[in-house]
């Protein structure tokens, strides 16, 4: 596998440095999505890390109707758009429909489509058709090896720049497992991400909203870069326990430059360099 551009400054494939893609799981507001973006751009130049920042305009899937689902697709472009010219930084954002595939995609670098629709071939073909990079999610119901169709969906529309990222797979009741052999059955189709806190989650464990068991997320990234990934996906948050949506498995902010240079060290252990 050859590397390839997925977004301004940001490489994947062989030879590419590890990349990062993260931020808060949904755009809280204007102020926190900026300082969010911010932060995480000192972090990752420190650390010597490519980054893209991600963040949902909208939680199509959340558990209960009451949840805060995100500001909306047209005030979240607009923030994710201002994030983009004021950290200098690449964006990501999860698309759910052929419609808002097409929106965001005059916005962000790479257009994400998430677990629950990585079969849906109206939104791969629409996801594909922007020109950007497709991030493709791991359905937590998906064999590894049948992601091949869903890449193979993208490219037959014309676009070869695509990735898929693992985030486990459903076991039992509020429960995920990652079978780190999915990592080397995915990249025989494209680089592969690994999200470590979404595979940290226990969907529906709450009842009225997921939980998650955020201290095992060092724990599944440090297994995954050894087993060889090319990027990492955290989600983070400053107070993860007054996050918005998926407080139970994000990152505090604040241990993540730390998680970094562990990383780093083990990425550079597993590609045979010195560490």
């Known amino acids: 596998m050859g590397s390839f551009e997925i977004a301004p400054g940001v490489r994947a494939g062989d030879g590419a440095p590890l990349f990062l893609i993260s931020g808060p799981c949904v755009i809280e507001s204007r102020e926190h999505c900026l300082a969010t973006a911010e932060r995480l751009a000192r972090v990752a130049a ?10 949902s305009y909208d939680k199509a899937n959340r558990s209960s109707v009451r949840s805060y689902r995100g500001p909306g697709m047209a005030a979240g472009l607009a923030i994710l758009a201002e994030v983009r010219e004021r950290t200098r930084l690449p964006v990501l954002t ?13 916005v962000v670098d790479i257009v994400q489509v998430p677990a629950f629709l990585c079969r ?16 493709i999610k791991k359905g937590q119901f998906m064999a590894p090896w049948d992601m091949g169709n869903a890449v193979e969906k993208v490219r037959a529309a014309g676009n070869d720049r695509v990735l898929l990222t693992e985030r486990g797979a459903s076991f039992g009741y509020n429960n995920l497992v990652v079978d780190l052999k999915s990592f080397p059955i995915m990249r025989k189709h494209a680089p592969v991400v690994f999200d470590a806190t979404h595979s940290a989650q226990l969907p529906g464990g709450l009842g009225h909203a997921s939980g998650g068991q955020r201290q095992f997320i060092a724990t599944l990234a440090r297994a995954a870069v050894a087993a060889g990934i090319d990027g990492l996906f955290f989600e983070v948050h400053e107070d993860p326990d007054r996050a918005l949506s998926d407080g139970p498995n994000s990152l505090p902010l604040g241990e993540l430059p730390e998680l970094l240079q562990r990383l780093l060290a083990i990425d550079a252990a597993a590609r045979g360099a010195n560490p």
């Open 46 to 55: 420190e650390a010597g890390v490519p980054l893209v920042f991600k963040a």
């Open 94 to 106: 999860d698309v759910h429909s052929p419609e808002e595939a097409a929106a965001a995609g005059r």
């Open 120 to 135: 849906q071939t109206d939104l791969l073909e629409a996801a594909a058709r922007t020109g950007k990079t497709v991030n």
